[in-house]
């Protein structure tokens, strides 16, 4: 192999094994920090001696058991508490005389060890771009460069966002356990959380050029499969999955050969994924054998499978998918929900109905600058005929958005209407 294969099999075994590395690293060493720079230290190590002596037979097995030197190293030279310093070590020492098997796979510890991590990562004590930094170096295995480049803010800021996240929860106390009982219920939607806000900033980026980031979306999917597999009884964990799924199938449609926006209902649908549209619908489904009734991610999911089931957009069950808004407006009240309603009613029952049920949100102040709303009432008064209207909508939307993809689209429709 030449070095550039070698450097390239190193960024795919760290992607694989990162998470798992830094979880086992956690419960061992008791300290979220230390464990990602020990590990960060077995990589450099990877680094430097794999294209000397080529790659190990277990490249995992071979990380860990040079993290926990690594990790043996440092804490003999820090200044904790002896009694707890020994303990650590004893415990690593322990697990160091451990042999590998290599053929294991992903057991019970080290599941628990990644479920732990996950719930640690994405504590509420934390700011909710926090926890999807974290969750995205800690079990995402990127790093703060990318992280930051995905989030398009400055390196250093997103260093110190990283930083000082792992300082609240060392500071706090955090355990590094999966909660039970009703504690799981009040936590994982923290998680389930942050995984949709990757997600989104990845399937229609808030700001930049770009409107899609297929990385961001391909690691929260990764990592709601994860869950889904270390919580197969949760019926929220397999709706959020069931909806990433579905809407990342929409990829190759959502942009044109010039990287231009195409809205839904333009979409060529033959371009459509239809393998994740199968693999979505069967989360949704075993979402829905768990019986219990339905949260916000699998409404949502149902709502995408009505579009992914429709083989064109005139086919689409407006009404059904009108109704699903309404269950969830009673369940998480919000504007968003309320706009994304209106647009249904529009479509089930006509722009004018849509329109009446838009005019309250302009009040909304969480909606005064988001710019959806005016795109959304700029296309109900399209079709209603009041093209200047609709044109002063269009254009207020493209001052409010921050995505230049977005703003080039709302302004060609702000021409179309003054043309039309």
């Known amino acids: 192999m030449t070095t550039t294969d070698i450097r390239r099999t190193i960024d795919a075994v760290w992607r694989i094994e990162a998470a798992r590395l830094v979880a086992s690293l956690v419960r061992m060493v008791r300290d979220v920090g230390l464990a990602e720079e020990v590990a960060q230290d077995a990589l450099v190590a990877a680094l430097e001696r794999w294209p000397k002596v080529g790659i190990p037979d277990n490249p995992g097995a071979w990380l860990m058991a040079t993290a926990k030197r690594r990790a043996i190293d440092r804490i003999r030279h820090t200044r904790m508490a002896a009694g707890k310093a020994q303990d650590i070590v004893a415990d690593l020492e322990a697990a160091q005389d451990a042999a590998p098997d290599p053929d294991a796979g992903l057991d019970d510890q080290i599941g628990d060890d990644l479920l732990s991590l996950m719930f640690t990562a994405c504590h509420p004590l934390l700011s909710t771009e926090a926890r999807a930094a974290l969750a995205l170096r800690l079990l995402g295995g990127l790093t703060t460069g990318e992280i930051a480049r995905a989030f398009l803010v400055a ?29 799981l219920g009040q936590r994982l939607p923290s998680v389930l959380e942050v995984i949709y806000l990757i997600f989104n900033e990845g399937y229609a980026a808030t700001s930049g050029d770009d409107w899609i980031r297929p990385q961001l979306c391909e690691e929260a999917m990764r990592l709601g499969r994860i869950l889904a597999e270390l919580a197969p009884g949760e019926p929220e964990v397999h709706g959020l999955v069931a909806l990433m799924e579905i809407q990342a199938s929409r990829f190759a449609a959502r942009t044109d050969a010039n990287g231009a926006p195409v809205l839904l209902l333009d979409q060529n649908r033959g371009q459509w994924d239809h393998l994740l549209i199968r693999r979505g619908l069967a989360a949704l489904a075993r979402a829905d054998a768990l019986g219990e009734a339905a949260g916000p991610y699998r409404l949502q999911a149902a709502i995408a499978a009505c579009h992914a089931r429709a083989g064109e957009a005139e086919e689409t069950d407006w009404v059904r998918i009108a109704a699903l808004y309404e269950a969830l407006a009673q369940l998480t009240p919000s504007p968003v929900v309320e706009l994304n309603r209106a647009v249904a009613i529009g479509f089930a029952f006509g722009p004018a109905a849509g329109l009446a049920h838009l005019e309250p949100l302009s009040n909304e102040a969480t909606l005064k600058n988001y710019h959806l709303l005016p795109s959304v009432r700029g296309d109900m008064l399209e079709k209603l005929g009041r093209l200047d209207e609709a044109r002063a909508e269009f254009l207020r939307g493209a001052e409010l958005t921050q995505n230049a993809r977005e703003k080039a689209l709302l302004l060609a429709r702000a021409r179309q209407g003054q043309t039309g």
Not at 158 to 169: P, S
């Open 155 to 183: 390196e250093p800021t997103m260093a110190q966002r990283i930083v000082r996240a792992k300082r609240t929860l060392a500071d706090a106390g955090v355990s590094f356990e999966v909660p039970h009982g009703a504690e």
